[in-house]
């Protein structure tokens, strides 16, 4: 028999993560035999390795077979009309499920109507979860039956419909082998701290210079209204408010003669938004 000697590996997602699946051999049949007019005129027996084929131990059940090593290398025999045999080989390969990083809350902060309803971004959801392997693709589903039907893909942009908490689903796909996992992820909108804009604090200068020192934490109540666990920095500029940096000290000195306006940023504790009102 004329047996194709380069056949391609017979691959398989190893979707119970031991490294065994299950594998049709005889898929392979038409592959082994398409040199021949008359496949039909051939039988193909199956051998574990080539132990096996030299010891005659054929495998019992080739239409449902699980691979022993991975991967692992199958000897096949071809016997012709005429008695004649030739043997091939392939190999049987259980490729791994795509990894993924534990997914991480996705939290983003409520709009002006402060109904829990945001927009999230969900290619950063993507990225924590790949490690911007570009070979993923990820896709997410509002619910378990969408994803099992890959139907309903949510856009990249997506608004979420159950305000304020709400889990979403993704599968992953490793574009090369096409093996494919499932998770959920959770989506949170935080809501901002109220914050009031205090009276113009004022100092007397007694020197009259435009300079004084202000005790800025004794704004701190007044700014929150009391709210138990709410935190208060004061900041020169509104981008340093904004990024959270250079906080200034507790007694501070104006840096603008006679009138200055500085920011204080607004936090709750566990909340990933904040608000920030003008300090005059």
């Known amino acids: 028999p004329d047996l194709v000697t380069n056949l391609p590996a ?11 699946q299950t594998f049709d051999l005889t898929s392979q049949s038409a592959a082994i035999l398409a040199n021949e007019a008359t496949p039909a005129n051939f039988t193909l027996t199956y051998y574990a390795s080539q132990a096996d084929y030299t ?15 991975n991967p692992q290398s199958i000897v096949v025999e071809a016997e012709g009309p005429n008695n004649c045999t030739s043997t091939t080989s392939f190999d049987l390969v259980v490729n791994p499920l795509p990894s993924y990083n534990t997914p991480v809350t996705q939290v983003v ?3 002006a109507t402060a109904d829990g309803i945001a927009v999230f971004d ?8 790949t490690g911007n392997n570009p070979n993923y693709q990820v896709d997410y589903y ?3 039956a969408d994803l099992a039907a890959g139907t309903n893909a949510l856009p990249s942009n997506y608004t979420n419909t159950t305000a304020y908490n709400q889990t979403i689903y993704f599968q992953i796909e490793d574009q090369t082998t096409g093996c494919l996992i499932d998770d959920a992820i959770d989506l949170q909108v935080d809501t901002a701290p109220a914050a009031n804009t205090p009276q113009v604090y004022t100092f007397c200068d007694d020197d009259n210079d435009g300079f004084g020192l202000f005790n800025l934490p004794s704004l701190d109540n007044e700014i929150t209204g009391g709210a138990a666990g709410v935190s208060v920095s004061y900041h020169q500029t509104l981008a340093n408010a904004q990024n959270n940096a250079l906080p200034l000290p507790a ?11 500085i920011y204080a940023r607004v936090v709750s504790p566990g909340v990933a938004c904040y608000t920030i009102v003008n300090v005059t």
């Open 251 to 261: 007694n501070f000195t104006n840096t603008v003669n006679t009138t200055q306006v």
């Open 122 to 129: 969900l290619t950063a959801a993507t990225n924590q979860l």
């Open 55 to 69: 010891a005659g131990t054929a495998i019992a059940n080739p239409t449902a077979y699980d691979n022993t090593s």
């Open 10 to 20: 017979l691959e398989a997602c190893d979707t119970a993560q031991n490294g065994v």
């Open 142 to 144: 509002e619910t378990p």
């Open 109 to 111: 902060c409520d709009d």
